[in-house]
């Protein structure tokens, strides 16, 4: 009587099977993202002073939303379940609002503002090292930001009114970006497949500092358009 037929070795995946796991991975990360600011929005919509305030923040909530259920598909279509990579990622971002808590309307709008860019400018960056499938991704999600420029005027105008406003607003703004990179460096340190495939090479710890340099300089550009910095 012959043995049983022993199970075949699971092939070795591919260059293309790796990079697609790696992008699943990115994406779960981005979805768990959207999730932490959608549910930020709504808590710290509780701040706004007025309707035409509490309506601009429910806009960028929705738009956070529209992210979501992109990056969603894209995660799904990957094997990976949508609701086990927030699990998974969610803390991070916790961590980050939860230490980047406003105390004041016009905090809650430097954030609103500054996250909304930051979101665009790591989309930007990341996509420009993402394959060609992955890049058209991102662009749709980018089509769907910029509901933010409310803020910026509602603090430009603050600030006119009050100029000594300015120095502890800025303050505020530097704390948010050391904070936002401080937790994507942890993001980028757990998941090396991630790391692997946005900096690739031998050069990829200049990849990595020139990608958040980038992120800092346009940081700078947009706390000069409120009036700070």
């Known amino acids: 009587m012959s043995s049983p037929t022993a199970s075949p070795e699971p092939l070795p995946a591919t260059p293309d099977d790796e990079e697609d796991r790696a992008v699943g991975k990115l994406f779960a990360v981005l979805l768990a993202g959207e999730y932490a600011a959608f549910y930020r929005l709504i808590d710290e919509s509780s701040m706004a002073p007025d309707i035409p305030s509490g309506i601009a923040i429910a806009r960028m909530a929705a738009s956070e939303i529209a992210h979501f259920e992109l990056l969603a ?4 279509r990957r ?3 949508p609701a086990e990579s927030v699990e998974r990622y969610r803390a991070v971002f916790d961590q980050y609002h939860r230490a980047t808590t406003p105390r004041t309307w016009l905090e809650a709008l ?3 503002y500054v996250g909304d860019g930051l979101a665009a400018d790591f989309y930007t960056e990341l996509s420009e090292m993402m ?6 991704v991102v662009a749709q999600v980018m089509a769907e930001t910029g509901n933010s420029q409310f803020a910026r005027e509602q603090v430009k105008a603050a600030i006119a009114a009050d100029p000594a406003l ?3 607003l800025t303050l505020w703004g530097r704390r948010l970006l050391g904070e936002a990179v401080t937790h994507a460096q942890w993001v980028l340190a757990a998941e090396e497949g991630v790391t692997d495939l946005l900096f690739s090479g031998a050069t990829s710890l200049n990849g990595v500092a ?3 340099d980038s992120i800092t300089a346009r940081h700078a550009e947009r706390m000069s358009d409120m009036g700070l910095g």
Do not use: T
Request: hydrophobic share 35%; no cysteine.
């Open 73 to 76: 598909e894209q995660v799904s």
């Open 79 to 81: 094997g990976l379940d």
């Open 110 to 112: 430097v954030k609103a």
């Open 131 to 136: 394959p060609p499938v992955a890049q058209q």
């Open 166 to 168: 300015r120095s502890p």
């Open 210 to 212: 020139d990608f958040f």
